[in-house]
Antibody, heavy 130, light 111 residues
């Protein structure tokens, strides 16, 4: 059974860097059949996809355009974990942050695999305040 | 891609059916013939959980009273007979276009 254990500070000062880690058990971050995502949720912005990393003989990264330049998602295969770094935070970055595995299945009668968010961490409430 | 869900709130009587809508600003139909649309349920105090993928496929463990339908830009999630355990916020999410985007949610509550 795949589980994701999130950790990180619940309070970050404005202009500083938000850093969260997600430890994976029951799967490998280096698997070729999954991707590793970060989402956040706030009353004002709803559920928001932030970015992901995945390994297909090398590491790939996708980020939401609105956070480009501030966000980094990294994976550490030796520790089987992945992380989120968000720089220059403001109170608008206050949210519950989730790490999520994007698992995959083959789509019948096609050459494609379909990816969906099948395992979610419990969420970390992060408040940006001085 | 903007996802729009309706209604915002859906009060239901146990045993009665429920239906909710999700519309996308762009087609979610992939060239492989499948719609890249998922439904998630977030129960109170919990993380979202996957219910339906590829618009109409129930994930493992999801009861048969849940069904998804639709194609292109219009999608529907139906619950044939609502139970008390079904309360929460239902979200649709598209994964055909990046960034991945969610609808604002439909909150199902028991009358």
């Amino acid at each position: 059974q795949v589980q994701l254990l999130q950790s990180g500070p619940g309070l970050v000062k404005p202009s500083q860097t938000l850093s969260l880690t997600c430890v994976v058990s029951g799967d490998s971050v280096s698997t070729h059949s999954a991707a590793w995502n970060w989402f956040r949720q706030s009353p004002s912005r709803g559920l928001e996809w932030l970015g992901r990393t995945y390994y297909r003989s090398k590491w790939f990264y996708d980020y939401t355009p609105s956070l480009m330049g501030r966000i980094t998602v990294n994976a550490d295969a030796s520790r089987n974990q992945f992380s989120l770094s968000l720089t220059s935070v403001t109170p608008e970055d206050t949210a519950v942050y989730y790490c999520v595995r994007e698992g995959s299945i083959p789509i019948p009668k096609t050459i494609y695999d379909y990816y969906f968010m099948d395992v979610w961490g419990k969420g970390t409430t992060v408040t940006v305040s001085s | 891609t903007v996802m729009t869900q309706s209604p915002l709130s859906l009060p239901v009587t146990p045993g009665e059916p429920a239906s909710m809508s999700c519309r996308s600003s762009q087609s979610l139909l992939h060239s492989n013939g499948y719609n890249y649309l998922d439904w998630y349920l977030q129960k109170p105090g919990q993380s979202p959980q996957l219910l339906i993928y590829l618009a109409s496929n129930r994930t493992s463990g999801v009861p048969g009273r849940f069904s998804g339908s639709g194609s292109g830009t219009d999608f529907t999630l139906k619950i044939s007979r609502v139970e008390a355990v079904d309360v929460g916020v239902y979200y649709c999410m598209q994964s055909l276009h990046t960034p991945l985007t969610f609808g604002g949610g439909t909150k199902v509550e028991i009358k």
